[in-house]
């Protein structure tokens, strides 16, 4: 049987600079066609704002005719979507241009173009990543916890087995489609706010797909939770007092021979590690935008939380930016601990290792490590609201090392239209603080 009579429906979809899939529907009948050559799309998809609109001014859209490019699928082939009513598929694609040159605009190129100055290097990235999200009732007009006996508003619930037992229906589901999906989803924990749990995607010695396994991973929970009558959100902060949600990245790096580079065969680490580490710190602050990329992700750094604000690292420090896990000397690693859960993947992986490869080249040295409360001691910090995010991340001297030309203005104009979007609307609270008050 051809692998186009196992679906009913076909969805192509290529990865925007929000870490959004945009794409067409066809005919399951088209499937062998389009794996085999593709399919044309707008190169300007991959750069459209979170609400879907072209980026005003852009020369991918009206100065040059919105010219289509070439949307190549990925060597995952058709990745099966078990919570849909009919057997449907998802063919990942990525943007080229006619002659078959990946548009470095494509956040997943945009990843494998860093991926390559590893390869030059013969180091191979092994990455893992732990991603935190909401189960919520979105049936009124603000998200609450789902109805169940387990979730008290008032209270956290860290580490829950009963929070685990109450959701072992979705989460059963979620294993089944991870398993389905070649997404080597292992550890699931209650985390800090109602309804909210953390899933551990396994480590692995292959960066791209890493990215890809958190980017349809967070589809799955999406689907899945809607057809369990939830909603799931990623979101940075839904909740004012409650905890937010993070996408932390876990890393080291194999030499030619399977070595672990990072193990000295100390607890400290290697000095190529420690090299790492100071690319990490300085290419922190500019990169801020894009490990919190929406409005709503700066209401999660705040102080005496498990989201850092200060650049800092430190020896099984949760409350560093950067930090060293404890365990064997062989599985030596960096966790970084930034971004949030509204990210893109491909973007975060490619400027945490793109940060960290500017170390190395450079044998940068880091600061101290901090040991005990690290909001205490940080004495540099992050930018701490949007449009300082997006100051700093133009004025960045790395990341134009790691990112082409075209990435940085595409995702520099989308932030700025879209915080522009944000401060035009009049909202309820200033109804009620001003209205009849000045």
């Known amino acids: ?19 959004l899939l945009r794409g067409k529907r066809l005919a399951a009948a088209s499937l062998e066609k389009v794996l085999k050559e593709g399919i044309r799309m707008p190169t300007s998809s991959c750069s459209v704002d979170i609400w879907g609109n072209d980026i005003e001014g852009s020369p991918l859209v009206m ?8 949307c190549l699928a990925t060597s995952r082939g058709a990745v099966p979507l078990d919570w849909s009513d009919r057997p449907t598929a998802l063919i990942p694609v990525t943007m080229h241009d006619n002659s078959g040159v990946p548009y470095l605009g494509d956040p997943r190129n945009a ?3 860093v991926l390559s100055k590893y390869t030059e290097l013969g180091l191979t990235p092994v990455v893992a990543t732990e991603l935190e999200f909401y189960l919520v009732d979105n049936s009124g007009p603000r998200p609450t916890p789902p109805n169940s006996r387990q979730l008290d508003f008032s209270q956290n619930d860290v580490l829950s087995l009963d929070a685990i037992a109450d959701n072992s229906k979705f989460l059963d589901a979620l294993y089944d489609s991870c ?3 070649n997404i080597p989803a292992d550890a699931v924990i209650s985390e800090g706010g109602a309804g909210q749990f953390e899933v551990n995607l396994d480590h692995q010695d292959d960066a791209l797909k890493a990215a890809d396994d958190a980017l349809y991973f967070k589809r799955a929970v999406k689907g899945i939770a809607q057809k369990h009558g939830m909603a799931a959100t990623f979101m940075a902060k839904p909740y004012t007092n409650r905890a937010g949600n993070g996408f932390h990245m876990h890393f080291s790096l194999l030499d030619q021979d399977g070595n672990n580079v990072f193990d000295d065969g100390t607890e400290g680490g290697s000095d190529l590690m420690k090299s790492a580490i100071a690319g990490l710190l300085a290419s922190m602050e500019e990169s801020t935008l894009i490990f919190a990329p929406h409005y709503n992700s700066y209401r999660r750094f705040a102080e005496n939380t498990h989201a850092p604000t200060g650049i800092s690292w430190g020896y099984e420090n949760r409350t560093a930016a950067i930090r060293i896990p404890g365990g064997p000397h ?3 690693r960096i966790e970084h601990r930034v971004a949030g859960g509204d990210t893109n993947p491909y973007l975060v992986l490619a400027a945490v290792l793109g940060g960290a490869l500017h170390g190395i080249k450079n044998k940068l040295s880091p600061m101290p490590p901090v040991f005990g409360n690290a909001f205490e001691q940080s004495e540099t910090f992050m930018p701490t609201n949007w449009q300082a995010a997006i100051d700093t991340f133009c004025e960045g001297k790395i990341l134009p090392t790691i990112f082409s030309d075209q990435m940085i203005e595409n995702f520099r104009s989308c932030k700025q239209q879209e915080l522009n979007g944000i401060f035009r609307q009049v909202t309820d609270r200033e109804f009620a603080s001003y209205l009849e008050t000045v």
């Open 179 to 181: 398993m389905l999906q």
């Open 111 to 113: 990843l494998a173009e």
């Open 1 to 19: 049987m051809s692998q186009s009579n196992q679906y009913v429906n076909l969805i192509v979809g290529v990865c925007d600079i929000n870490g």
């Open 63 to 70: 100065a040059s005719g919105d010219q289509d490019g070439v």
């Open 330 to 332: 062989q599985a030596r």
